[in-house]
T-cell receptor, first 117, second 116 residues
Framework: GAVVSQHPSRVICKSGTSVKIECRSL??????MFWYRQFPKQSLMLMAT?????????EQGVEKDKFLINHASLTLSTLTVTSAHPEDSSFYIC?????????????FGPGTRLTVL | AQTVTQSQPEMSVQEAETVTLSCTYD???????LFWYKQPPSRQMILVIR??????QNATENRFSVNFQKAAKSFSLKISDSQLGDAAMYFC?????????????FGEGTQLTVNP
């Protein structure tokens, strides 16, 4: 199947700093990428949908100024957590849709564990 | 808005036995897709099986099969000959087939334990 990578896999930062997480589709071009947040023992919550070359669409309640998403190429999307605080500590997962059809399958990255001290 | 419900927070099964995980969903759409994803301790989400709503035949992938009951809006996952490596959190997910069909809506998850 299609492979999606994320970097870094773990990051620890101080409160007030910014952290960038990269999501790459390794063997396909992803016109659409998705960013999720997952708290321990909970389900995945969609944060935003990112289309290559256009602004991301954020879900209700997600601060777009805090979670900056850039989808500069067909293989790379980045999530930047700006001025991170301890409550931003979570597991962040990206996924990428193979192909341009709505029916195409999403493949997930391995996730990034963010800890804000 | 669509909702997905997994009523079993935890399930357990003996190795080599069969287990069924339940999932129900609510939608007014006729064109949609249903998925089961597995999330092992590594946290990597893995697609287990996929079902198109327009197909009457239940999807099957090796030891994994679904029982898709469209009228009842039920989509259960059966795991046959359970193996230790099947232990994971399982998420049922829904995706619309329409123009807004990119996003996945996940259920709360079922933690499956496989006992040796």
């Amino acid at each position: 199947g299609a492979v999606v990578s994320q970097h870094p896999s773990r990051v620890i930062c101080k409160s007030g700093t910014s952290v960038k997480i990269e999501c790459r589709s390794l063997d396909f071009q992803a016109t659409t990428m998705f960013w999720y947040r997952q708290f321990p023992k909970q389900s995945l919550m969609l944060m935003a949908t990112s289309n290559e070359g256009s602004k991301a669409t954020y879900e209700q309640g997600v601060e777009k100024d805090k979670f900056l998403i850039n989808h500069a190429s067909l293989t790379l999307s980045t999530l930047t957590v700006t001025s991170a605080h301890p409550e931003d500590s979570s597991f962040y997962i990206c996924s990428a849709r193979v192909g341009r059809e709505q029916r195409d399958t999403q493949y997930f990255g391995p996730g990034t564990r963010l800890t804000v001290l | 808005a669509q909702t997905v419900t997994q009523s079993q927070p935890e399930m357990s099964v003996q190795e080599a036995e069969t287990v069924t995980l339940s999932c129900t969903y609510d939608t007014s759409e006729s064109d949609y897709y249903l998925f089961w994803y597995k999330q092992p301790p590594s946290r990597q989400m893995i697609l287990v099986i996929r079902q198109e709503a327009y197909k009457q035949q239940n999807a099957t992938e090796n030891r994994f099969s679904v029982n898709f009951q469209k009228a009842a809006k039920s989509f259960s996952l059966k795991i046959s000959d359970s193996q230790l490596g099947d232990a994971a959190m399982y998420f049922c997910a829904y995706r619309s087939g329409g123009s807004s069909g990119s996003r996945l809506t996940f259920g709360e998850g079922t933690q499956l334990t496989v006992n040796p």
